[in-house]
């Protein structure tokens, strides 16, 4: 009966929509790449800078979908949205209400690529009317993106569940679209599906992406243009949505048509079901040449003017505890790490962790990190001992701990009570592990299944009303969060050092893709773990990798024996290296090749530079600077060395000056440049 009924609506469908295409500029326009037809009404909207066109559309059969373009070139093809429910028929559709508006606005970061930011975009609300619920599609176009989420809610203004049986969002590739993807692959396979950040991002044309379930960010360059999009999501966190991946149907299957999919290692059941009124998450696409694309805070951006968490209770709350809900104790700093070299035996080493105390305090770096076995044989005394030690050095320290396993698989009584415990202890934050369930005895959830994404939540609010950053490890991309929770300073969800045979490509395509859309904690050492990296490119990336807290995971001796004259002298370089920045410049780089790009603080600047296999010859002019003149330092590897660099005073550098560098394989460089007094 239903089919029949929407039969029948859907025929007259054209005399229900009388609303015509509309712009956000209130003025009627269309895609120049959508074909006239009286069938379809058309809602474009457009980027402030005119450059960007994302045009929604709805066939008189019921059929939504949407297209991008970029100056008039197809960045994204006809491409369905919508979400199939239990409870309603999505799918039988009328135009209720259209809303357009300009959001434009700024805000300051506590750690991000740049200190200051700034927005604009314009909107397009489309609300339509199905049965019992109201469907809401927003769409936004920037001068660097667009970016559209969903909403469901009861005509009644009632609240409920629904049942989802599919989010029907789809990205249909332009064809021969080149395409920097990351494939789904669990870390312990034999174990489990767990989920996994840490592959390469591997190069291939978006017709051969068929049986690939693929994590998100993906990059990709549109054929024969210099036009790139990433598509990722953001607002995860507090959506009640799960995590997702892309994957192509079986009926789309090589055709570089994308859809959004449950990712996989989720063990919650039933986990579609969802609690209504819904937002979902930001379906984005950073947009426009690379250098757009690096420099782009978009996942960040479509928060707006987001405020910080603040507990349901705050208004009962004393003018002290209030102030804690401003985050100015949200510090960001280097941070000390030694389990790279001496794994989990070294952890309740205490006289080991003071020397990492010490290298801290002789370096000017913020913290120091006790990682995984920190606590076996734990000897309160002792511990209390060294946090005496740490305090009086003013090194604050951060105690790694497992998301799962150390509390529970998820009880929130043993999580406050271990979090008070450390409170007590004087911790300042947690390095908190194996979200995917990995190290877990039958979780009762992982990877990021709805209700792994709202234990997230929890550990950031329990950690935020203690005062305490977080570093999360073993866990998903970021999505947004840190403009909600300032105190989630770092993040893995990247191959590492810790994989110790890391080679330059995954590092150079992980700065393109995973490095955009937020912190990305590398771990970079000084004398590299392998023959895949050279020192110069280990400095590199320490300046490349935003993070809020950088973990420094050589030998402590390694970064206090390079002072004084010698070429090798890098002591200054690790002295100095930012976990702050002002701002963030791309320079130039191609995918799979090599990435350029540079760094201010203060007064300061960074430039640096990966390379992959090929030796490569980089040039770039220094017109970022602005006006005065620079001088500091550049390092280089030595030649036919990937251990030793070659340190060479620069004088007299400005904005005119132009910049010749040679970069070995897999090797890298790093000016240092201090504005002249």
């Known amino acids: 009966m239903k089919k029949f009924i929407k039969n029948i609506c859907a025929a007259a469908l054209s005399g229900v929509f009388v609303l015509g295409a509309v712009g956000c500029d209130g003025g009627s326009q269309s895609g120049s790449h959508l074909p006239a037809d009286p069938d379809v009404t058309t809602w474009s909207t457009v980027s402030p800078d005119g450059s960007i066109t994302a045009a929604m559309s709805l066939e008189s059969t019921g059929g939504l979908f949407y297209t991008v373009t970029k100056d008039d070139t197809p960045v994204v093809e006809k491409s369905a949205l919508g979400f199939t429910i239990r409870e309603d028929d999505l799918n039988f559709l009328t135009v209720d209400d259209v809303q357009t508006e300009r959001i434009t606005g700024s805000y300051d970061n506590i750690s991000g690529k740049s200190a200051h930011v700034e927005y604009d975009c314009n909107q397009t609300k489309v609300t339509f009317k199905g049965w019992d619920f109201y469907f809401d599609v927003t769409m936004r176009a920037y001068d660097d993106g667009y970016a559209f989420r969903y909403g469901i809610r009861a005509i ?10 599919s989010e029907d969002t789809e990205f249909a590739l332009p064809q021969d679209s080149v395409v920097w993807a990351q494939p789904h692959q669990s870390p312990a396979p034999n174990r489990g599906d767990f989920v996994t950040y840490e592959e390469s991002y591997r190069r291939r044309v978006s017709n051969s992406l068929d049986d690939l379930v693929i994590t998100m960010p993906m990059l990709y360059q549109v054929d024969g243009t210099e036009i790139y999009s990433m598509i990722t999501e953001s607002g995860l966190i507090g959506s009640g949505f799960y995590g997702s991946h892309l994957s192509e149907s079986q ?4 055709t570089g048509i994308l859809q959004t999919v449950h990712a996989p290692g989720g063990r919650a059941d039933p986990d579609n079901v969802i609690a209504y009124p819904f937002e979902s998450p930001w379906r984005l696409g950073i947009t426009g040449t690379l250098k757009t694309v690096q420099e782009s805070e978009l996942v960040e951006k479509v928060y707006d003017e987001a405020e910080y968490w603040k507990p349901d209770n705050y208004d009962e709350l004393s003018p002290e505890e209030q102030e804690i809900y401003n ?26 962790q003071r020397q990492y105390v010490d290298l801290a305090y002789e370096m000017g770096w913020k913290y120091t990190i006790l990682d995984g076995g920190w606590n076996a044989n734990f000897n309160e005394g002792q511990f209390l001992d060294f946090m005496d030690y740490a305090n009086e050095r003013g090194i604050k320290v951060i105690v790694w701990c497992d998301a799962l396993a150390d509390f529970g698989n998820g009880n929130i009584k043993i999580l406050t009570s271990k979090l008070d415990t450390w409170e007590s202890y004087g911790i300042a934050g947690i390095k908190i592990d194996f979200f995917d369930g990995l190290q877990a005895t039958n979780p009762s959830h992982q990877g990021e299944d709805k209700e792994t994404i709202e234990w997230y939540e929890t550990i950031y609010q329990e950690t935020a009303k203690r005062k305490m950053i977080v570093n999360c490890h073993g866990c998903n991309k970021p999505t947004g969060e840190r403009r909600v929770y300032p105190n989630v300073i770092s993040r893995e969800a990247i191959r590492g050092n810790e994989n110790i045979s ?15 859309v937020g912190p990305t904690d590398f771990t970079p050492v000084v004398t590299p773990l392998s023959n895949g990296l050279t020192m110069g490119h280990q400095m590199a990336l320490a300046i490349l990798y935003e993070c809020g807290a950088p973990s420094m995971a050589d030998f402590a001796e390694t970064y206090t024996d390079m ?17 702050l920045r002002d701002e963030t410049v791309f320079l130039c780089g191609q995918l799979d090749r090599y990435y350029v790009a540079a760094v201010r603080v203060g007064n300061e600047w960074f430039i640096a530079g990966a390379n992959t296999i090929l030796e490569t010859d980089v040039t770039f002019d220094f017109s970022f600077l602005g006006d005065g003149t620079y001088s500091g330092y550049l390092y280089t590897d030595r030649e036919r060395r990937n251990d030793e660099i070659v340190k060479t005073a620069v004088n007299d550098i400005t904005k005119e000056s132009r910049a010749e560098v040679t970069i070995p394989e897999n090797g890298g460089f790093v000016y240092h440049l201090i504005k002249d007094r």
Do not use: C, H
């Not at 203004?157 to 049942?163: C, D, L």
């Not at 002072?563 to 976990?579: K, M, Q």
């Open 502 to 516: 890391v080679d330059s490509t995954i590092t150079v395509n992980g700065l393109f893709v995973r490095a955009v």
């Open 563 to 579: 002072s004084g004259g010698s070429e090798l002298a890098v002591t200054d370089f690790y002295e100095a290296i930012p976990s």
């Open 251 to 254: 009926e789309n299957s090589g």
């Open 327 to 352: 985050y100015d104790w949200v510090e960001s700093g280097v941070v000390a790490w030694n389990w790279l070299m001496y794994k989990n035996a070294g952890q309740n080493d205490w006289a080991l």
């Open 156 to 165: 009644n203004g009632g609240s409920g569940t629904i049942t989802v049986e």
